[in-house]
């Protein structure tokens, strides 16, 4: 019934406007927290004269304080059913200027009190001030910020003059006349351009996402290929192993075999000239019994027979060779295999390099690319014969007259293509502009110098060869060429200007389509082995059917190296 019959309102301290703690009751009949009396009387110990901070009544001595046990008991009760679990502040809450001890977490400020409340504290708030507009918001730890300093105002007005928050005083003083807005419409109009930044900021994470997994997806990759390599290898130099072993062996029993064929026939021969030796020594034996015999009958009858020289075969000649040929025939093949081992493994080092990621700037803007501008010229002793030259050899128009050239080792002698003198060796950025016949495809390239020039094989053509790169622009689509391989591309339908980015050290190398904004058409990572030079070429197949087909004069194709223009 107690709960029914009072509010929550009077079971407040008038001190601290918050639920009594400690309640205790002075002798005028007024009740107050007991620190909150206490550190009252405090202050007027000097004047040995205590007062109730509500009526002023006084009273001398300091009376004594007791617990009013009753009213603790019902604030008690008050607590447990009218203040909700989890009001306290937390980490990162914004507290109560008004509660003591632990402070609950504020609901709203008061832009004219310059205080945040709890939801307790507001309702008081709002009683103590019914009639009169407090300017309230959501609670904010940034009261301090949102008062102008000089006036002690709120901030309300926005200065259009000098980008700053004012408050109404401030539009009399130093910001009279001044263009003003309010701080809403300001914000509005603001937050359409913070809007536009943050579609920026979705658009780069976007792209920054797509890189950090093509890094990923490229990094996998490389493990995948190193790993297969290192098995393939493996099983390369085991079998190389294996096969060394096969010829070790057959030398083994080469030498083996003829080490016994020659020491077969030689056995023989010796065996052979034991026996004859044998025969030889008895015959001189007979000999010496002839003539020390005394016989003279039997001395003339025997010396025929004694005097003729057995009849034996000669004996064929055995050179007294060696294996040291063989010997030294290993050797040599141990040093040629030695040779050619490390030749390869020097090959397959220059190959197999270190993967570098060199992390290089994103360009937004063509005056971010501005920077890097280099001016090219087009070589004339590189240029096809039906490629007129002009504006200081910065402009390449085809032509069905024939140039008379001298002839040069460096000009192409099949293809319709013309390199540029100057060389990229670091970073460089340049534009090309396309105009004249929609009928033939340009080629914007970049090459090494060492590209071959004459005849019409594939090893002399932009894009169709590890020597070139290139963007295609056709009629109806664009791709990109590098070693025979192609791209297709999604381009802008009206793009007459390219723009290309090198990154020699980077080994980047980018294509954009450049017009009042400047738009990535393609970009390629991969390694530059020697200096770049700018090219252009053109793809006349089509062009020559289409020119054949058409009974009005043809219009010939146009392309020209851009100046610098910011």
């Given at each position: 019934?107690?709960e029914?019959?009072?509010?929550?309102d009077?079971?407040r301290?008038?001190?601290?406007?918050?639920?009594?703690?400690?309640?205790?009751?002075?002798?005028?009949g007024?009740?107050?927290c007991?620190?909150?009396?206490?550190?009252?009387?405090n202050?007027e110990?000097?004047?040995r004269?205590?007062?109730?901070?509500?009526c002023?009544q006084?009273?001398?001595?300091?009376?004594?304080?007791?617990?009013?046990?009753m009213l603790?008991?019902?604030v008690?009760k008050?607590k447990?059913?009218?203040?909700?679990?989890?009001?306290?502040?937390?980490?990162?809450?914004v507290?109560c200027?008004?509660?003591?001890?632990?402070?609950?977490?504020?609901?709203?400020?008061c832009?004219?009190?310059l205080n945040?409340?709890?939801?307790?504290?507001l309702?008081?708030?709002?009683?103590?001030f019914?009639?009169?507009?407090?300017?309230?918001?959501?609670?904010?730890?940034q009261l301090?910020?949102m008062?102008c300093r000089?006036?002690?105002?709120p901030l309300?007005?926005f200065?259009?003059t000098?980008?700053?928050?004012?408050?109404?005083?401030c539009i009399?003083?130093?910001?009279?006349?001044h263009s003003?807005?309010s701080?809403a419409?300001e914000?509005k109009?603001?937050?359409?351009?913070?809007?536009?930044?943050?579609?920026k900021f979705q658009q780069?994470?976007?792209?920054?996402?797509?890189?950090?997994?093509?890094?990923?997806?490229?990094?996998?990759t490389h493990?995948?290929s190193a790993?297969?390599?290192?098995v393939?290898?493996k099983?390369?130099?085991?079998?190389l192993i294996?096969?060394?072993?096969?010829?070790?062996?057959e030398?083994?029993?080469m030498?083996?075999?003829?080490?016994k064929t020659?020491v077969?026939?030689t056995?023989?021969l010796i065996e052979?000239?034991e026996?004859?030796?044998?025969?030889?020594?008895?015959?001189?034996?007979e000999?010496?019994q002839?003539?020390?015999?005394?016989?003279?009958?039997?001395f003339?009858?025997s010396?025929q027979?004694?005097?003729?020289?057995p009849?034996?075969?000669?004996i064929?000649s055995?050179s007294?060779?060696?294996?040291?040929?063989?010997g030294?025939?290993?050797?040599?093949?141990r040093q040629k295999?030695?040779?050619f081992c490390r030749?390869?493994?020097?090959k397959?080092?220059?190959?197999?390099g270190?993967?570098?990621i060199?992390?290089?700037?994103?360009y937004?803007?063509r005056?971010?690319?501005?920077?890097?501008?280099q001016?090219?010229?087009?070589?004339?002793?590189?240029?096809?014969?039906h490629?007129l030259?002009?504006e200081g050899?910065?402009?390449v128009?085809?032509?069905t007259?024939?140039q008379e050239?001298?002839?040069?080792?460096?000009?192409f002698?099949?293809?319709w293509?013309?390199?540029?003198?100057?060389?990229v060796?670091?970073c460089?950025?340049w534009?090309?502009?396309?105009?004249g016949?929609?009928?033939?495809?340009v080629?914007i390239?970049v090459?090494y110098?060492?590209?071959?020039?004459?005849?019409w094989?594939?090893?002399?053509?932009?894009?169709?060869?590890?020597?070139?790169?290139?963007?295609?622009?056709?009629p109806?689509?664009?791709?990109?060429?590098h070693n025979?391989?192609?791209t297709?591309?999604t381009?802008?339908?009206?793009?007459?200007?390219?723009?290309?980015?090198?990154?020699?050290?980077?080994?980047?190398l980018?294509?954009y389509?450049?017009?009042?904004?400047?738009t990535?058409?393609?970009?390629?990572?991969?390694?530059f082995?020697?200096?770049?030079?700018?090219?252009?070429?053109m793809?006349f197949?089509?062009?020559l059917?289409v020119?054949?087909?058409?009974?009005?004069?043809?219009?010939?194709?146009?392309?020209?190296?851009?100046d610098?223009?910011?």
């Open positions: 019934m107690a029914a019959r009072f509010s929550q009077q079971f301290c008038p001190v601290c406007l918050d639920l009594l703690k400690d309640p205790v009751t002075i002798p005028c007024h009740s107050y007991k620190s909150c009396i206490t550190d009252c009387w202050q110990d000097e004047k004269v205590y007062s109730c901070p509500q002023r006084t009273f001398s001595p300091r009376p004594v304080l007791n617990k009013n046990i603790a008991e019902e008690e008050l447990k059913a009218k203040l909700p679990t989890g009001v306290f502040a937390g980490a990162g809450d507290e200027d008004v509660c003591t001890g632990r402070k609950h977490k504020a609901v709203k400020s832009l004219v009190c945040s409340f709890c939801q307790n504290h309702e008081q708030h709002e009683n103590l019914q009639g009169k507009r407090h300017n309230l918001m959501d609670a904010t730890g301090q910020k008062i000089k006036h002690d105002k309300e007005i200065c259009c000098d980008q700053c928050c004012i408050c109404v005083r009399v003083d130093e910001h009279k006349n003003t807005v701080t419409e914000r109009e603001k937050q359409k351009h913070l809007g536009e930044t943050k579609r780069q994470i976007q792209e920054r996402e797509k890189q950090l997994q093509e890094l990923k997806e490229a990094v996998e493990k995948r790993q297969t390599a290192v393939n290898s099983r390369i130099f085991t079998e294996r096969s060394l072993k096969r010829r070790c062996s030398v083994t029993q030498i083996r075999d003829r080490e020659v077969s026939q056995e023989g052979r000239l026996q004859e030796i044998d025969e030889l020594r008895m015959r001189n034996t000999l010496d002839l003539l020390h015999t005394h016989d003279h009958i039997h003339l009858q010396f027979s004694v005097c003729d020289p009849g034996f075969p000669d064929p055995i007294n060779g060696s294996f040291d040929d063989v030294d025939s290993v050797s040599q093949l295999l030695k040779d030749k390869e493994i020097e397959m080092s220059g190959q197999v270190c993967i570098q060199i992390p290089t700037r994103e937004v803007s005056k971010d690319f501005l920077q890097y501008f001016q090219f010229t087009l070589d004339q002793n590189t240029a096809y014969q490629f030259l002009s050899n910065r402009k128009t085809y032509t007259t024939l050239y001298p002839d040069h080792p460096d000009r002698s099949y293809w293509q013309v390199l540029c003198r100057e060389s060796q670091e460089a950025y534009e090309v502009e396309l105009s016949s929609t009928d033939v495809c080629y390239s090459s110098k060492s590209i071959s020039r004459k005849g094989g594939y090893e002399c053509a932009f894009g169709s060869n590890d020597q070139s790169w290139c963007l295609v622009c056709s109806s689509s664009f791709s990109f060429c025979n391989k192609k297709e591309l381009v802008p339908s009206s793009c007459c200007r390219i723009g290309v980015y090198v990154n020699h050290n980077a080994g980047t980018s294509f389509s450049v017009s009042d904004t400047i990535l058409i393609h970009t390629v990572q991969t390694t082995t020697q200096p770049l030079h700018p090219g252009i070429g793809n197949n089509s062009f059917f020119y054949k087909k058409k009974a009005t004069p043809v219009e010939y194709p146009v392309v020209k190296l851009c610098k223009k910011v």
